[in-house]
């Protein structure tokens, strides 16, 4: 399952990626916001943060204006290793080299049909396993 969560500046987006997500037959725990009224976006990046470190869920994703504030509120939380990525090359090589769980969009920064190939990219590459890359990740816990 996949986690996902926004506050307003990134509900559009995050309804955008939930419906395709969902559309692609993929289980999406929608942790809000629901509406474009203004919200505190600390709120869902722990949310989904939490999610990922319980194990509830495998992945999440986590979207606002800039992508900035939430992925900073969502790496508060221990076990979570959050990526800003605003293009699929950053997606791949932080789930490669930095088994990165969630990953963080900025709705203003990239569009739909980018923000959707870079979730792709996110949700379907594997950690390498790679000694010096399990290290360093290791090293981040």
């Known amino acids: ?20 997500l969902e559309e692609q037959g993929k289980e999406v725990k929608d942790l809000g916001c629901y509406s474009r009224e203004s919200v505190d976006y600390p709120v869902y990046g722990k949310a989904v943060g939490n999610a990922v470190a319980s194990g509830e869920c495998e ?14 509120a969502a790496n ?14 950053s997606a791949r090589l932080t789930r490669q080299h930095n088994d990165a769980n969630v990953l963080a969009l900025g709705a203003a920064v990239v569009g739909p049909l980018l923000a959707l190939e870079i979730v792709d990219t996110f949700l379907n590459t594997e950690f390498s396993g790679e000694e010096r890359h399990a290290r360093r990740v290791g090293m981040i816990e």
Do not use: N, Q, W
């Not at 399952?1 to 509900?11: K, N, R, T």
């Not at 508060?76 to 090359?89: D, N, Q």
């Open 59 to 72: 992945k999440g994703i986590v979207i606002c204006t800039t992508g900035i504030g939430i992925s900073m």
């Open 1 to 20: 399952m996949i986690a996902i969560g926004s506050d307003h500046g990134g509900f559009l987006l995050k309804e955008a990626v939930r419906a395709y």
């Open 76 to 89: 508060k939380v221990k076990g979570v290793r959050c990526a800003l990525c605003s293009e699929p090359y």
